[in-house]
């Protein structure tokens, strides 16, 4: 465990981070006392667009509507 003061923190913040990217945990204390720890943040998974895989040839999709269906929509 490192621990730095605030001035520290601020002058060396950009090789803080680093070393709490890789794991290393780092204590940011003010006058001695320890106020905050620095640590990595979980990776948030890629979102998936829909829930049902599904794939609609271009044939299918960008053909004509029959009568029946333009009159549905009227």
């Known amino acids: 465990m490192t621990t ?3 001035q520290q923190a601020k002058t060396n ?3 803080l981070l680093a070393r709490a990217e890789r794991g290393e945990e780092v204590v940011i204390a003010r006058a001695g006392r320890p106020v905050v720890r620095l640590a990595p943040v979980d990776a948030v998974p890629p ?3 829909g829930t049902v ?3 609609v040839p271009d044939e299918f ?3 004509s509507l029959t009568e029946s269906e333009l ?3 009227e």
Do not use: G, M, T
Request: no cysteine.
């Open 61 to 63: 999709f960008f053909a």
């Open 53 to 55: 895989p599904i794939d």
């Open 47 to 49: 979102r998936q667009f």
């Open 71 to 73: 009159a549905a929509w």
């Open 4 to 6: 730095v003061n605030v």
């Open 13 to 15: 913040l950009s090789s």
